[in-house]
């Protein structure tokens, strides 16, 4: 009796083991994808630099924003477009900001606004891989980089104000 009820415990741990391994990893896609991907960031004419394997970031500088970094990741089939506006530690939850991002997903087409797993607040647009051309791609990294800007304009009344620092006597 017990042999039997070991043999159903070790196959469930193997399989949440498996499966916790395979939500752990890294973003995948073909090498054609990934050379796809590179030609459409050589295509845009703008800088770009690999963060990790299908990751690459443009880096933009807004009016309000100095420094965007619209992060390219290609997975599977897609491709993943995202640029953090403000950082967990920048701005306070409030209703009123919640209500405001709503709001500003209602004003973007294909444009998601929201807050991730960790906190931070982000842009992003997802793309299917196999339809995206460099005409396609330059234009939605641009639009993810004029976003975040825009946004992190409407949002400016919500972020935390930065600590005063003291002067060393």
């Known amino acids: 009796m017990k042999k039997p009820l070991l043999m159903i415990v070790s196959f ?12 752990q990893e890294k973003p995948k896609i073909d090498k054609a994808s990934a050379t796809k991907i590179v030609q459409m960031l050589e295509d845009s004419g703008h800088t770009y630099g690999k963060s990790a394997d299908n990751v690459w970031v443009v880096k933009f500088r807004g009016n309000t924003l100095d420094d965007i970094g619209v992060i390219t990741i290609g997975h599977e089939n897609m ?17 009123e900001l919640m209500m405001k991002l ?24 997802d793309l299917s891989l196999r339809v995206t051309d460099s005409e396609e791609f330059k234009l939605n990294v641009e639009q993810i980089s004029a976003a975040a800007d825009e946004i992190a304009t ?16």
């Open 102 to 125: 709503l709001r500003l997903n209602d004003d973007y087409d294909r444009l998601k606004v929201g807050i991730d797993k960790d906190g931070d607040m982000f842009v992003r647009i």
């Open 79 to 95: 491709l993943i477009m995202v640029a953090v506006i403000a950082e967990k530690k920048d701005f306070k939850a409030t209703p």
């Open 12 to 23: 469930a741990l193997f399989i949440l083991l498996t499966v916790t391994a395979a939500a």
């Open 154 to 169: 409407a949002i400016k009344p919500f972020m935390v104000a930065a600590p005063i620092k003291k002067p060393v006597k």
